[in-house]
């Protein structure tokens, strides 16, 4: 049976479980999949602890085997070019429907009083973890590690990134003697790792039943009823995106079959949807671009780490969505300048959000200040909280299905022959 077929099974398994647990009101049932939600967190972290030794190691060997540092170059030329294009078409399909549909215009001031007061408070927290982050030039700067050990103990992948190349650099110069030693221990290193995720992926399917039954057993479908336009929308511009713009992508810029290429690749999305963490299926993301898409380790080892860091266009398509969505409720009217403004600010929100649960709605405050909704800020994040869970885990597939659909394309790109593999085990 395929990864992707047995990770759905627990999928569909642990939100039918909920349901009934959430819909039939047994408390019981409530509390035991509330408990066991530790072990899907525990399969998170194992999954987790993966990715700084397979992104260290698989990008040094990548980098050391490109041989010419200009092709090295031209790939990261082409992939920044890439993510920022199709992201600014996420977040002007997400504007489309949301001017389009209107959903913040139906919602009632009953409903708007009511969750201002419900998610006010948590609202709040978002804002201090946001005022507390770094601004544009720190957050620039820190892309050049003082100390490469912290950036890989703190999980900041884009300084690991920037020292591992530069140290994959460095190594093609030196003796062959010395550069064969290090080469293979990294070599070493990544085939262990990949020994290690093929272990941990015998456990996801348990793990996205207890995680998915834990979410579907506590969410407030109450709250789903309320601010149900407004989550279609999120969810059909997601859908657009995801099979439209990524399915002409695959099919024109990677020369694949769509229809072949997303059973294939299934199984990343679908953890990511379990786990809401571009960072944690990133491990998953690597070997499905390799060994199923067939993606080099040089292209794959790249663009994938730096995808789950910056490439989010699932989290972008939301934000322009969500803004559009609290000034209707205001009845704010955002013309087409503050519109452009938001498909910039949203692009670069996107990049500055981490691959983790919930980084989206505390970069969205960016673009509601940015279009001069400050005052609304803490308000409209309170409004939106509710449902936040469950778009997060919709716009954190898409994220990993751009991030995959790059690597297609910038393999082919690079001349590379892509062939689906027809294996059923991630290994074979
Ligand atoms: N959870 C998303 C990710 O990891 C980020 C977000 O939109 O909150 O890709």
Redesign the pocket.
């Given at each position: 049976m395929q990864l992707y077929t047995k990770i759905l099974i627990g999928l569909i398994g642990g939100a039918v479980v909920g349901a009934v647990a959430n819909i039939g009101g047994i408390t019981w049932l409530q509390n035991l999949l509330g408990n066991v939600e530790i072990l899907g967190t525990a399969f998170i972290n194992l999954i987790t602890m993966i990715v700084i030794p397979l992104v260290v190691a698989s990008l040094l060997v990548g980098t050391a085997s490109l041989g010419d540092l200009r092709k090295l170059g031209r790939i990261g030329g082409k992939t920044l070019a890439y993510y920022m294009v199709t992201t600014a078409v996420a977040v002007t399909i997400g504007l489309g429907l949301a001017n389009v549909i209107q959903p913040g215009a139906g919602v009632s001031e009953e409903t708007r009083i009511e969750l201002t007061e419900r998610y006010g408070g948590d609202a709040e927290s978002r804002m201090d973890i946001a005022e507390n982050a770094p601004g544009w030039k720190d957050t620039l700067l820190r892309v050049i590690p003082r100390n490469p050990v912290r950036a890989a103990a703190d999980m900041d992948l884009l300084p690991l990134i920037f020292f591992t190349i530069c140290f994959g650099a460095a190594l093609t110069v030196i003796v062959p003697e010395r550069k064969n030693a290090v080469l293979t221990f990294f070599h070493g290193v990544n085939d262990t790792s990949m020994v290690l995720i093929n272990w941990i992926m015998e456990l996801a399917p348990y793990a996205v039943f207890v995680l998915i039954g834990s979410v579907v057993a506590n969410f407030g479908f109450d709250l789903l009823q309320s601010l149900l336009t407004y989550t279609i929308v999120v969810a059909a511009g997601l859908g657009l995106h995801a099979l439209g713009t990524y399915g002409l992508i695959v099919r024109f810029l990677a020369g694949l079959n769509p229809l072949k290429f997303y059973p294939k690749i299934a199984a990343a999305p679908l953890l990511?949807f379990s786990t809401?963490?571009?960072?944690a299926t990133l491990p998953l993301t690597i070997e499905t671009a390799e060994k199923k898409v067939g993606v080099s380790k040089q292209v794959a080892s790249f663009v994938l780490p730096l995808g789950?860091t910056i490439n989010?266009d699932?989290?972008a398509l939301?934000q322009a969505v969500a803004v559009l969505f609290i000034a209707q409720i205001y009845g704010i009217d955002l013309g087409l300048a503050e519109q452009m403004i938001i498909v910039l600010t949203a692009t670069l929100a996107?990049v500055g959000?981490?691959?983790?649960?919930?980084?989206?709605?505390i970069t969205l405050i960016i673009v509601l200040n940015s279009v001069g909704m400050g005052e609304h800020v803490q308000a409209g994040i309170a409004l939106i909280l509710g449902v936040d869970r469950i778009l997060?885990m919709i716009?954190?597939s898409v994220?990993?299905t751009g991030d995959l659909t790059c690597s297609a394309v910038i393999a082919r790109s690079e001349g590379e022959s892509l062939t689906l593999s027809t294996a059923t085990a991630l290994s074979d």
């Open positions: 990511a809401s963490s571009s960072n789950a989010m699932g989290t939301y996107s959000a981490a691959g983790v649960p919930s980084a989206g709605i997060d716009r954190t994220n990993v």
